[in-house]
Every structure is written in C-alpha cells, then in structure tokens.
C-alpha cells in the first residue's frame, strides 16, 4: 500500500465503502478549538508555511511539533525564537525524518496532501521544494483563514472565549453570510480559579462588563448567568471548562462568601476550601446550562507547566504539559450525584488526557443522565491520546460501556487552521474499527445497516448540539 493512499487505515471492503462513500464528504463540526475569532473575522493570508505551521505568531504555535523538534535537540532559536523561516522549516524537516510512528508524522503528510496537493514525504531533501510550493499557495486568495475552513468544508466552528470577551468579531463575521458559521463556546476557566494571579482584577473586568457590583458568591453567580445569556444569544450552545483535578466538598453559603472575599484580597485558600468554591462554582453553572440547553465539556487531567525554568521564559501552552494521574471516579461521581439530585445535570462530555480513567470515567456517567439521547459521554481522544490508537481504543471503551451511535464526533483541539485533516482521521479509525468487527463477525458486514451510524457519529450527533 502507498503511503497515505486513499485506503489508509481501511482495511476491509466494508470500511473503505463505509469511509468513502458515507463518511468522508460530510460537512465538519468543530465544537472545540482554539482559533482566533479575530482572524477568521479580519480573514488576513499566512506569511509563509512556518507561519501557518510552526512558530508562536499569530497564537498558531503548535506545541505538538515543538516537542518533538526539543526531543530533537533542536535549539529554542529555531522552535519559538526569532531564526530564519526557512532555517526553522529544515529544522523540522530534520525531526520529521526520525518521527515516523508519531501522530505528528501522520498530520503534517496529510495537511500537505490535503491542502496543499504535496503527496511526497518532508526530508531534508524535499523541504525546499515543499517549503517553495507551501509558500507560494499561502500567498493566494485560495489560501486565507477562511478559505482554509472552507476547503475542509467547516460547517460551524467553535472558538473558546472568556465570559468578559464582547464578541465583536462574532457579531460582525454573523452579518457576512459566510458559508460557515463562527460560534463562541463559553470558557470561564478564569472564575474557577480563586487561587490564580489575578483573580481579583477578573473580577474588577466582571463588574464593568456587567455593569454591576460582585460583592459575593451570589453576585458572581449572577453575573456568570447574565454572559451565558449574552453568549447563547451569539450562537453558543456550549461550555468548556479545563478541570484538570475534580474535587469536591460541599460548603454553606456562608463558606462560599467568605471564601470568595478571600479570593478576591488575593488571600491564600487551603485545600478544602478550593475544593468547596470549585465544587459549588461549578454545579451553578450546570444549573445555568441546563436551563439554557447546553452542553458542558469537562477536560480532566492536564499537568500543566511542568518544566518551571520554561514557563518563565516561554510562558503557557509551550509544550511542558502532560497526563495527570488524579483519582478521578469518585469526586466525579459526587458532583454528577448533586447535580442529578438536585435537576441541575445538562447534556456533559468529559474528556481525560488519560486514558486510564477511560473506563473509571465512562462507568460513572452511565450511572446518571437519561433526560436526553447521548446526554452524558466519555469525550474523543484528546491531546496525547490524538493518535491512531487512541482514537481507535476511545471508540471501543465508548461502545462497550454506552452507545457508540450516540458519540458526537471528534475535535481539533487545535490553534492551527490546518489541523481540520484530523476529523478525517477520526472517520478512517472508525469505519477501520467497524470493518474488523464485521469480519470478526460480532456486527452486520452491512453498510446500509451502519451507515446510519457513521453519519451519525461523523457528524449528525454533533450538528445536533447547536439545535437547542
């Protein structure tokens, strides 16, 4: 087989009629990425390839490569400094010759066939020639912001916004008529964490957003209702929210006052009084989701700026994170239980970056729910578990504990407008998946039987999340 041919991962007549001819035309929804309201709105042309592709430019620096290109021991000079394009793209040619098996591998060859008709692997001694080619399409109109999402046929986007952020960009880009739609997801990471620098100042943000006082727990409830409100009339339909640890620990309203007021001094807060504030913070928001038909995404287990020495030079989101190893199932459990209890539990996808928890984390949602088709579900592959493989083993610890029909599909993840290729990949491992199991003969070897599936799980299951 050539590489990256059209049968990739399809090995069975079965999968490749299942990919081919059901999954692989369908629209994308993306509810989850981190591109740039912005830019999509302003629609501006990448510099060259390793703006698109590598730097820190932009917000598009892709973590993903940089570690790979440190394992390499390629100097910061040419990851996330200020070297020559062209000296950063050889750079990365050099790391893509010792990272085959890497799902990295598989995205940059698939982000050259797919958008740029490059179908000869990156070396050294292709890089010019590629480099040449990539850059000179990027300087076309063929090749701005939005007509990337349009060549991957976007059918909505999620950005990830803070509850402060106005959203003029959605505002003006909703006016256009683009063929795609521009949605806000509502991030409010930063009211969930009263120990981080800054908090206070949020706050102070909060109230001139608002246009009102937060003199307490209450108040900042409220306020958070007031912008899911301004958010849903923007087109929002979901929250994201970066756990990371789940904790809980119930609290009386005076507890949460007093710790709020502590928060907001900047005065330290022990463990359990984190764990009272979050716990708390978070089942009112999934009161205010529910009531307004939304879904939650819950992202667990992220170690977050490991390597001290580089957070201080380079900063978050640089490529020193990792999987954390919390106990996850009961405090997760806990908060599902009150929310169940108390009528407050909306529509919930919770992610792990470890795949440990996979069966821990599905088990407990099978417990609760059961208002909606598919309303609470172990999310896709995320992050390090982007691979093959780890698609493939989410699909399968999903279809043994639930409903895989119900699944809502894949993500990106992404801050790189050419990472869309990924949702292809996704379709590949799931019709590959169904094909095996048909000729291990534990389902039909019938593609109009399961090309409802595929559709659904492609894509339909997803499109339905903004229907509310």
């Known amino acids: 087989m050539a590489f990256l041919d059209d049968d990739f991962l399809l090995g069975t007549q079965l999968s490749r009629e299942l990919f081919h001819e059901v999954a692989e035309n369908l629209p994308l929804v993306d509810y989850h990425c981190h591109l740039h309201a912005k830019e999509i709105y302003e629609d501006p042309n990448f510099d060259n390839i390793v703006d698109a592709w590598l730097t820190d430019g932009h917000n598009y620096g892709d973590h993903y490569k ?32 010792q990272a085959v098996g890497s799902p990295v591998y598989l995205w940059t060859h698939m982000e050259l066939q797919r958008y740029f008709g490059i179908r000869e692997p990156l070396t050294t001694k292709t890089a010019k020639s590629i480099f040449d080619q990539t850059n000179e399409q990027l300087a076309t109109p063929d090749f701005s912001r939005r007509a990337l999402l349009r060549r991957m046929n976007v059918k909505i986007v999620c950005t990830t916004d803070s509850p402060e952020d106005n959203l003029e960009y959605h505002d003006q880009f909703a006016k256009e008529g683009e063929s795609f739609r521009m949605v806000p997801a509502f991030r409010p990471d930063a009211a969930l964490n009263p120990t981080a ?40 339909r979901l929250s994201d929210h970066a756990v990371d640890v789940v904790e809980f620990a119930p609290a009386t309203a005076e507890n949460l006052d007093a710790i ?22 978070l089942l009112e928001l999934m009161r205010i989701y529910k009531d307004k038909g939304w879904t939650m995404q819950l992202h667990l287990q992220a170690s977050r700026n490991n390597n001290s020495t580089a957070f201080r030079k380079l900063g978050a ?27 407050i539990l909306p529509r919930t ?17 099978g417990c609760f729910g ?18 093959v493989t780890g698609m493939r083993r989410q699909l399968e610890v999903l279809a043994e504990t639930s409903l895989l029909g119900n699944a809502v599909g894949m ?35 019938d593609k109009e039987y399961l090309a409802p599936l595929v559709r659904a799980v492609s894509y339909e299951n997803a499109l339905a999340l903004f229907e509310s």
């Open 411 to 445: 993500t990106t993840d992404s801050r790189s407008f050419l990472s869309f290729p990924r949702h292809e990949l996704f379709r590949r491992v799931l019709c590959g998946l169904l094909g095996d199991w048909a000729a291990q003969g534990v389902i039909p070897d």
């Open 197 to 236: 620098k800054g908090y206070g100042d949020w706050i102070g943000t909060m109230e001139s957003v608002c246009g009102k006082p937060i003199n307490d727990f209450s108040g900042l409830v409220d306020a958070l209702r007031d912008r899911v409100e301004y958010f849903h009339q923007h087109g929002s």
């Open 260 to 281: 709020f007021s502590k928060a907001r001094a900047g005065l330290d807060l022990d463990r359990r009084e984190q764990a009272q504030y979050r716990a708390a913070l």
């Open 370 to 387: 059961g208002d909606d088709r598919g309303q609470l579900q172990l999310g896709n592959a995320w992050w390090f578990n982007d691979t």
């Open 349 to 365: 996808i919770v992610y792990s970056l470890n795949p440990n928890d996979y069966m821990a984390i599905a088990t407990d949602l």
């Open 66 to 97: 940089w570690r790979l290109e440190r394992a390499n021991g390629i100097p910061e000079r040419l990851i996330t400094g200020d070297g020559d394009p062209w000296d950063k793209f050889m750079a990365y040619a050099q790391t893509m010759e």
């Open 317 to 343: 989101d640089t490529g020193y994170d990792s999987m954390a190893d919390n106990s996850v199932a009961a405090p997760l459990a806990a908060l599902l239980d009150q929310a169940q209890s108390s009528d």
